[in-house]
């Protein structure tokens, strides 16, 4: 089974909003990314967590905060966000963090910020 | 840094026509290479991948070979149907620790009956 699941699919916040958006895997992966994609763009890389520890942050605005409990879960806090902000947001997942290992995706949470 | 570059699309075939969407990228060391698909409304899915060099990824009917000579990873179908009409995605993940996918900008494909 190759499957991670994201909450929600859809979700509609203001600027002033607190939310969280979560992933979910049960593969036994040890490396978890967030991604953001725009329309008709091809994702951008937000986040990595190897071994529950923060591996890479690629200068992500501090109102995304992400948060890693536990092996199997990913969460990303969302807070005081941007119009600019709505996007598809896609986590993955993959055995470990370095190559070869191929990263698998959960179907996305569709942000609208307004 | 490293690069990947698709064919623009959109692709508009017939059912049954041969697929070939070109992918040629740029790095150091030997990365490894993927196909993604998504579908409208859908996450990335992947279709099919190779590590080394003179490598043939193949699935559902899909096929690409790793071509170092040419740093060429070009995907190919044989018969498309409708049901493969969806946007396809080259990437590479370096040779580096980082895991950091590095996309082509998609070619959209749609396959008329």
């Known amino acids: 089974d190759t499957e991670v699941t994201q909450t929600p699919k859809h979700l509609v916040m203001g600027m002033t909003n607190k939310k969280s958006l979560k992933c979910e895997q049960h593969?036994?992966?040890?490396?978890m990314y967030w991604y953001k994609q725009k329309a008709k763009k091809p994702p951008e890389l937000m986040f990595v967590?190897?071994?529950?520890?923060?591996?890479i942050n690629e200068s992500v605005p501090s109102r995304f905060s992400p948060e890693c409990p536990n092996s199997s879960l990913l969460n990303l806090h969302l807070h005081a966000l941007q119009p600019e902000d709505s996007a598809l947001y896609l986590c993955?997942?993959?055995?470990?963090?370095?190559?070869?290992?191929?990263?698998?995706f959960g179907p996305g949470t569709r942000l609208t910020v307004t | 840094g490293d690069s990947v570059t698709q064919m623009e699309g959109p692709v508009t075939l017939s059912e049954e026509a041969f697929l070939t969407i070109n992918c040629t990228y740029t790095?150091?060391?030997?990365?490894?290479l993927f196909w993604y698909v998504q579908y409208p409304g859908e996450g990335l899915q992947l279709l099919l991948k190779?590590?080394?060099?003179?490598d043939k990824g193949s699935n559902k009917g899909f096929e690409a070979t790793y071509r170092k000579e040419t740093t060429s990873f070009h995907l190919e179908k044989g018969s498309v149907q409708v049901s493969d009409s969806a946007v396809y995605f080259c990437?590479?993940?370096?040779?580096?620790?980082?895991?950091?996918?590095?996309f082509g900008q998609g070619t959209t494909l749609q396959v008329k009956p």
């Open positions: 790095a150091t060391g030997y990365p490894s």
């Open positions: 990437a590479l993940v370096g040779s580096g620790n980082t895991g950091k996918l590095i």
């Open positions: 967590y190897s071994y529950e520890k923060l591996s």
């Open positions: 593969m036994g992966h040890r490396a």
């Open positions: 993955a997942s993959s055995e470990r963090q370095t190559t070869p290992y191929e990263q698998y």
């Open positions: 190779a590590t080394k060099a003179d």
